[in-house]
């Protein structure tokens, strides 16, 4: 079985020599210092020392290799010859881009503007033609879940990487960077932290409501988002909520966001979702009869993922069955979606986010201490996987060493009454929610 790149290239190197025309001298002359280096979308990539050799290879060989490779992968075979000196930079475009395949279609092109995203739309093209500038920097973006943030911050990175390809642009979710922060410090190495994070001319951080309740991420993202700020970097931020009611932040770090360029996004209005669904039914190969797109942005009205999970079904009906499309079908694919996508966490990412919320460790939440902090936040956690997922009090017993129901029903019963008695209850239990659902 061939699976590394070297295999690959050992094989093509064998059948090569096979040939005819091909000694064995010439195989040692120009390809004994020649390296394989990658193989991806139906290319591979090799590299030489000079450019001499490659001129070689290119003229005596390049046709026979791509023949072989193409045959080895049932599939037209390009090659790309590259010296020495190229490699790094083939290496280190390659790595700038690894954050960008799976939201490659996240361009501004792909993006259905209207009433509801039109102003935020237009600063994030303020800000992807002029990184920096006073206007757009630092740009914030809020709006519910499914509305575009995260397409509209990477359709900013892609304009710049295209525009501008000097530019280095960082990408992160605010709770990688909490996770990476954590293990930074713990291993000593958060000099290398700040330096990825702190290098690029646009740093874009996406969801920062995680960092609600958690000090030692703010404190660390204060001063990220200030050498940016200070630097004339472009900083990009997005939310599921205005700074305003991101709870638990701390004072210095709301006044920076409140002082930025905010947008909101809301839920598209009947003309943007049927444009919406069209655009994306015609990339998935599919015209919809007008009564089909109507019937989808009628029943369909807050979320824009949503609408997309029912086009994707749509096409998985039209391929299996080839089933026309009308509206029954339609309203099979909008009962599936909304059923699977009711998302239905483990107890696991709860008991992860709840303790995440209070700085702890979910063996804290799971484990016997007592500590009001610690009891506190296993109450809510018992809570939650009470109220987002159908365990029952005893299975909820089980994930925390076998407490009795009993002790369940007390952190319920705890909670149920905080939620009438204590003022910042509902905040913190809806704050934990939507880190859960953020993990979906
Ligand atoms: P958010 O980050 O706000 O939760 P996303 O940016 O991930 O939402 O968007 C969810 C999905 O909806 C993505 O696939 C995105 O391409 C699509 N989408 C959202 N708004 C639009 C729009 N105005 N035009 C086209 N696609 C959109
Ligand atoms: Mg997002």
């Known amino acids: 079985m061939i699976n590394s790149v070297s295999d690959i290239w050992e094989t093509v190197i064998d059948r090569l020599r096979e040939k005819k025309n091909v000694t064995n001298t010439a ?49 037209e075979m390009d090659l790309l010859i590259l010296t020495d000196d190229e490699l790094e930079d083939y290496n280190s475009e390659k790595e700038s881009k690894k954050l960008m395949p799976e939201f490659s279609e996240y361009t501004f092109e792909n993006f259905i503007v209207g009433p509801s995203n039109r102003a935020a739309h237009g600063a994030a093209i303020g800000a992807s033609e ?84 958690k000090q030692q991420t703010q404190e660390e993202f204060f001063h990220t988002f200030n050498a940016h700020y200070e630097a004339g970097h472009q900083i990009v931020i997005t939310s599921d909520r205005p700074p305003i009611e991101i709870s638990k932040l701390e004072d210095r770090l709301r006044s920076r966001f409140e002082g930025s360029m905010m947008q909101d996004i809301q839920p598209p209005d009947l003309e943007t979702r049927m444009a919406i669904i069209r655009s994306k039914a015609a990339k998935l190969g599919m015209v919809l009869s007008d009564e089909v797109v109507a019937y989808i942005a009628e029943n369909i009205t807050s979320n824009v993922r949503q609408i997309e999970g029912v086009v994707k079904r749509l096409t998985s009906y039209y391929q299996i069955e080839n089933d026309t499309i009308n509206v029954d079908s339609v309203k099979r694919a909008i009962k599936d979606v909304i059923r699977s996508g009711t998302y239905i966490p483990t107890p696991d990412i709860i008991i992860e986010e709840t303790a995440r919320f209070f700085s702890l460790t979910s063996d804290d939440l799971r484990g016997q201490r007592k500590n009001k902090n610690i009891a506190l936040a296993r109450h809510i956690s018992i809570y939650l996987i009470r109220n987002l997922t159908t365990l029952t009090l005893t299975e909820i017993g089980a994930q925390f060493q076998d407490r009795n129901h009993a002790t369940v029903l007390s952190s319920l019963h705890k909670i149920e009454d905080l939620l009438k008695t204590d003022p910042d209850m509902p905040g913190t239990i809806r704050d934990i929610s939507s880190n859960i659902n953020s993990r979906n």
């Open 27 to 75: 195989i040692t002359t120009w390809f004994d210092d020649c390296e394989p280096v990658d193989v991806s979308d139906n290319r591979m990539v090799i590299c030489t020392p000079n450019d001499f050799k490659r001129g070689m290879i290119q003229q005596r060989f390049a046709e026979d290799i791509k023949a072989l490779l193409s045959d080895l992968f049932s599939a």
């Open 130 to 213: 002029n990184l920096g500038s006073t206007l757009y920097n630092p740009l914030f973006i809020y709006g519910n879940s499914g509305l575009g943030k995260t397409h509209l911050m990477f359709a900013i990175a892609h304009h710049v990487a295209e525009k501008e390809p000097d530019k280095r642009i960082v990408y992160v979710k605010a709770v990688d960077f909490t996770d990476q922060m954590v293990s930074a410090l713990q291993s000593g190495r958060i000099a290398d932290f700040r330096q990825k994070y702190r290098d690029a001319d646009l740093f874009l951080i996406d969801d920062i409501q995680f960092i609600s309740g």
